[in-house]
C-alpha cells in the first residue's frame, strides 16, 4: 500500500502574548476614554459654559471695574444691568464674546484634559480621595491659565464701557504695540493665585456632592445622573467663586488697568490701593454676579463634560 511521502505541515502555535487585532491606536487611558477624547469634551463643555453665561461675566467686569475708576457707591447687579441695557442696548452685553470663544475651547481642552491625567496619575488606586481631586484641579487650573489669560486679558478690556477697542484683533494689534506682550500676562500671578484656591474647592465640592447624590440613588437613569452632575457642578461654583471673589477683583484691575492707581502689577499694592479708595468692601465688587455666573456656568460645564464623556465611551465600546 502506497503511502503519501509529502511533508506534513502541523501549525505553529502562537505565543500567549500575541494578539491579532492589535489596533495601532493608542488605548484608553483612563475612564475608556483617548486623551484626545478628553480634550474635546472639555473644550466644548467650556465653550458652552462661558457663551451661556457671557451677559453676567459682561456684569461683574463692569462692577468690578467701576470701583477702582472712582469712589462712588456699589452698584447693585440691577442697577449694571439697567445702565448697560439704556446706554449700549442688549448688545453690550455680548461685548468680547468672540475673544472667549477663542480661548475658552483650547484652554478647557487643556483644563479638563490635564485634571484627568492628574487625577489618575495620583488616585493610586484611591479614586475618592478629595486631596487628589484638589490637587489634580490646582495642576489642571494652572497649565490652562497660561493658555487662557491673554484671551481673558483682551475679553475684559472689550467689555468695559467705552471701550477704545473695536475688536480682538484690534485690542489686540494696540496693545502689543503701546504695552507689549507682557501686558497679555500681566494678571497670570494674580489668575493662578485665585485659581488655585478656586479649583481646589471646586474639584473637591464637586466630587464630594457628586458621590453624595449617587449614593443616595445608586440605581439612577441617565437624565438623574445628568441632573446630579448639575447639582454638584453648581454647589462646587458657588462655592469657590464666594471664596475668591476678593482675588477676581484684583484681576479684573490688572487686566483692564482702569487708570494708573496701580503703580506695579503686585497683587499686595492692588489689594491696599482698593482698601484705601473703597474699604474693604471694594475687595467684594461683583460677588453677585460671580456667584449667579459660576453656579449655574458650572452646573452646565460638568453636565455637558460628562455627557460628552458618556458619549464617547458607547462609541468606544461599540468599537470593541
Not at 34 to 55: L, N, R
Not at 65 to 79: D, E
Not at 263 to 284: E, H, P, Q
Request: charged share 15%; hydrophobic share 40%.
Amino acid at each position: 500500500m502506497a503511502t503519501d511521502a509529502s511533508p506534513q505541515y502541523r501549525p505553529v502555535p502562537l505565543p500567549p502574548e500575541f494578539h491579532s487585532d492589535i489596533s495601532p491606536s493608542h488605548p484608553p487611558t483612563h475612564d475608556g476614554l483617548h486623551f484626545w477624547q478628553f480634550m474635546i469634551a472639555g473644550s466644548i463643555a467650556g465653550t458652552v459654559e462661558h457663551m451661556a453665561m457671557f451677559p453676567v461675566d459682561t456684569l461683574k467686569t463692569r462692577m468690578q471695574a467701576i470701583g477702582a475708576s472712582c469712589s462712588v457707591q456699589p452698584i447693585g447687579v440691577r442697577q449694571a444691568l439697567g445702565s448697560i441695557l439704556k446706554l449700549e442696548g442688549p448688545s453690550g452685553l455680548y461685548r468680547g464674546i468672540a475673544a472667549m470663544g477663542l480661548g475658552a475651547g483650547p484652554a478647557h481642552a487643556v483644563y479638563f484634559s490635564v485634571y484627568e491625567l492628574s487625577k489618575q496619575a495620583l488616585s493610586r488606586g484611591d479614586p475618592n480621595n478629595s486631596m487628589v481631586h484638589a490637587a489634580s484641579g490646582v495642576v489642571a487650573t494652572v497649565t490652562s491659565d497660561a493658555v487662557f489669560t491673554p484671551m481673558d486679558m483682551v475679553k475684559q478690556r472689550l467689555q468695559l464701557k467705552s471701550s477704545p477697542y473695536k475688536g480682538v484683533a484690534d485690542c489686540v494689534r494696540r496693545v502689543l504695540m503701546e504695552e507689549g506682550i507682557g501686558a497679555f500676562y500681566a494678571s497670570y500671578r494674580t489668575t493662578v493665585v485665585m485659581n488655585a484656591p478656586f479649583t481646589a474647592v471646586h474639584f473637591a465640592t464637586y466630587e464630594a456632592a457628586k458621590r453624595g447624590l449617587m449614593e443616595v440613588s445608586p440605581d439612577s437613569t441617565d437624565d438623574e445622573r445628568l441632573a446630579v452632575h448639575a447639582t454638584a457642578g453648581a454647589a462646587a461654583g458657588a462655592l469657590a467663586a464666594a471664596v475668591t471673589t476678593p482675588l477676581d477683583v484684583v484681576k479684573t484691575q490688572l487686566q483692564c488697568q482702569v487708570n494708573s492707581l496701580f503703580s506695579s502689577s503686585s497683587i499686595g499694592n492692588v489689594i491696599r490701593t482698593i482698601v484705601k479708595k473703597d474699604g474693604y468692601r471694594g475687595l467684594m465688587r461683583g460677588w453677585i454676579p460671580r456667584m449667579l455666573f459660576h453656579a449655574p456656568a458650572a452646573a452646565i460645564c460638568w453636565s455637558t463634560y460628562e455627557a460628552s464623556k458618556t458619549f464617547f465611551q458607547e462609541l468606544n465600546s461599540s468599537y470593541n
